[in-house]
């Protein structure tokens, strides 16, 4: 790993990713990992999503679980999706050191 901060490096998004995930929420995505490093997070290299299905107010919300192993967390976020949202779909944001990758875990 090079001396700059985590998850500042070029990025990039794989086949899998751009085939089953919509721009819009790829774009959400990046902008958690953002979010996190302007709060002074500390992340992992690895960033897993969880995206699933939540009816709130009889109506369908895109639900976003980020999580990482060191150290340990997770938070919900909820995002107002245009078209349906995506359920039982995990995808990962790697920071390799030289470059950062949006991938599906079976891409790996």
């Known amino acids: 790993m090079t001396g700059q ?3 500042s490096s070029d990025r990039y998004v794989t086949s899998g990713v ?3 995930v919509p ?3 790829q774009l959400m995505l990046w902008s958690i990992i953002e979010a996190r490093k302007e709060r002074g997070d500390k992340l992992d290299y690895l960033q897993v999503f ?3 299905t939540e009816m709130v107010d009889d109506e ?3 639900k976003v679980l980020n999580r ?3 150290p340990f967390h997770e ?3 909820y995002v107002n999706m245009i078209g349906l949202p995506l359920d039982g779909v995990t ?3 790697m920071d390799s050191g030289e470059y950062c990758t949006l991938l599906l875990p079976e891409e790996y």
Request: cysteine-free; charged content about 30%; proline content about 4%.
């Open 5 to 7: 901060a985590m998850f």
């Open 23 to 25: 721009v819009e929420l």
């Open 91 to 93: 995808v990962w944001i």
């Open 68 to 70: 990482q192993e060191q």
């Open 18 to 20: 751009r085939e089953k």
């Open 75 to 77: 938070e919900v976020f």
């Open 50 to 52: 969880e995206l699933s």
């Open 60 to 62: 369908p919300l895109q």
